[in-house]
């Protein structure tokens, strides 16, 4: 058997009823969490591949939608 519960003000509360009578004994254990990572931008997750295409047209980031969609070019 298992139950989860939290400590508030020193004294451990379970998070679910129980039928447990008064005066069992129970071994409490924490629980470890794993750290919470910082969040890293785009330009570090793909920072590696930054400059990495070949054979694109020298104006492509300034008519991106006339490459991919056929729009006029600006």
Do not use: C, I, W
């Amino acid at each position: 058997m298992s139950l989860t519960g939290h400590v508030e003000s020193g004294v451990v509360v379970f998070d679910a009823p129980n039928s447990l009578p008064d005066g069992t004994q129970v071994k409490v254990e924490p629980v470890v969490l794993p750290e919470k990572t910082k969040k890293r931008s785009l330009l570090e997750r793909l920072g590696d591949d930054v400059g990495m295409v070949d054979g694109l047209p020298s104006d492509a980031s300034q008519n991106v939608d006339h490459y991919l969609y056929g729009h006029p070019k600006k």
